[in-house]
């Protein structure tokens, strides 16, 4: 089946700790999303790539750094330097090859801080 | 600044009637707006969208009307059905940003 996966579907860090959090995608598609949701909030856009090895900042990209090494990954590295990271992250992909197409999700992972 | 506004933060309906989901906007340069449905735990399920150059777009139970005079885009849900009850996002995106700015979102209950 054609999807979007992220791992792991909970994950928990520590205080000072750098975390990554994968997202796969094998929909062929171009470009690929990382937002955040808080409750109460809609989602906010933190990192996009529209083609490998390029990839730029959203509204919140602070505490966050991706990478794009290859069409069907796109990992989201939170930082240290993230004050607040609890909180549910999605990833999210499109296929460019056609005007006005839709994101479509992967199922999320939910960070907590111990 | 809230670009996208959900400004009804739960609707509770009855099964078989009509549910109608409300989204205002202030930027007047979107151009491709969207609805998604979300259950918790999992991502948003894309459902409908539609561009500025229409007014109106169905798909089976599901329709988006786009009022550009008043910034404003409505999803009408018809009949509603308890699978239905989850949060709905509305979204918008200015053309080429590839950036899409979401609402808060809509908590639909819908009651037997």
């Known amino acids: 089946d054609g999807g979007i996966t992220q791992s792991p579907k909970y994950l928990f860090r520590k205080e000072g700790q750098n975390v990554t959090l994968s997202c796969e995608q094998n929909l062929n598609h171009d470009a690929m999303y990382w937002y955040r949701q808080d409750p109460g909030q809609g989602l906010r856009l933190i990192y996009y790539?529209?083609?490998?090895?390029?990839?730029q900042k959203g509204d919140i990209a602070e505490g966050y750094s991706v990478s794009r090494e290859k069409k069907e990954s796109f990992p989201l590295t939170v930082t240290s330097a993230q004050k607040n990271p609890t909180a549910f992250y999605l990833c999210?992909?499109?296929?460019?090859?056609?005007?006005?197409?839709?994101?479509?999700f992967g199922d999320g992972t939910r960070l907590s801080i111990l | 600044d809230q670009q996208v506004k959900q400004n009804s933060p739960s609707l509770s309906v009855q099964e078989g009637r009509i549910s109608i989901l409300n989204c205002d906007y202030t930027n007047s340069m979107f151009d491709y707006f969207l609805w998604y449905k979300k259950y918790p735990a999992e991502g948003p399920t894309f459902l409908i969208s539609i561009s500025s150059i229409k007014d109106k777009n169905e798909d089976g139970r599901f329709t988006v009307f786009l009022n550009k005079s008043a910034k404003h885009l409505s999803l009408h849900i018809v009949p509603s059905q308890p699978g239905d009850s989850a949060v709905y996002f509305c979204?918008?995106?200015?053309?080429?940003?590839?950036?899409?700015?979401f609402g808060t979102g809509t908590r639909l209950q819908v009651f037997p």
């Open positions: 979204a918008a995106s200015q053309y080429n940003t590839d950036k899409l700015i």
């Open positions: 790539s529209q083609i490998v090895n390029d990839f």
């Open positions: 999210a992909s499109r296929g460019q090859r056609a005007v006005n197409q839709p994101q479509h």
